[in-house]
Structure formats: C-alpha cells, structure tokens
C-alpha cells in the first residue's frame, strides 16, 4: 500500500510561481520508484507534467513547461517537488503526483505509474 499526498496548489496570478510538494508513505513503498507529475486541466485529458529518477539524478519535462518547472526529491524524506515558474492562465488544473513501481529511471508514460496521489487544484489568474 502506497499512500501519496500533494499540498502547495492554490491560487496564482499569470507569471507567478507556485512550488507542489507530493509526500510518499505506506508499507510498500520503494525509494527507488521514479515519481511524476500529471495534470488534467478543465475539458482535457491528463497531461505529462515532469518525471524524476529513483535517484533524482535524472528529470524529464513535457514540452509545455520545460524551462519553466523543475522537479526536484528529497530522497530520505520521501518527498518529490514541482516547483512552477511563470504560470501561465491556461495551466489551471489540478496537478497529480504518481509513482512507478516499473521503473526507477523515470517515464512520460502514464501506464508505468501505479500509485497516484488525490491531486491539488492550481488556478492561475489572467
């Protein structure tokens, strides 16, 4: 049993910055699954957001947000971060933290993650 919970959504205004935080905890959990953040804005499908390693040596971004977001774990803790530069209107959604069981190494694939946290809303204003 793997339990994930999210904190740090809230309310933005258009370039301003917010940092999600996903803590990681239950009797099954491995410090060695890669970890990822998903979205799913209002009408859309869930979207790849960022993925970290195992180790945290090694991040992924979707397109949409590289050179804006980093992801980031604390790997004693249990704890993996997004941290969200420059918000932009149409990134309001809430945003879900995952972990995979099937790789350490980190994936945009949504189908390798098995644990999903119950998601933190972020709205950004125009």
């Known amino acids: 049993q793997v339990q994930l919970v999210e904190s740090g959504g809230g309310l933005a205004q258009a370039g301003g910055s917010l940092r999600l935080s996903c803590a990681a905890s239950?009797?099954?959990?491995?410090?060695?699954?890669?970890m990822g953040w998903f979205r799913r804005a209002p009408g859309k499908d869930r979207e790849f957001v960022a993925a970290v390693s195992w180790n945290g040596g090694g991040t992924w971004y979707g397109d949409p947000v590289k050179g804006r977001f980093t992801i980031s774990r604390d790997t004693s803790n249990n704890i993996v971060y997004l941290q969200m530069n420059t918000l932009k209107p149409e990134e309001t959604a809430v945003y879900y933290c995952?972990?995979?069981?099937?790789?350490?190494?980190?994936?945009?694939?949504?189908?390798?993650?098995?644990?999903w946290g119950q998601g933190t809303q972020v709205t950004v204003s125009s």
């Open positions: 239950g009797p099954t959990f491995n410090s060695n699954y890669a």
């Open positions: 995952a972990a995979s069981s099937k790789t350490g190494w980190g994936s945009p694939d949504l189908s390798v993650y098995y644990y």
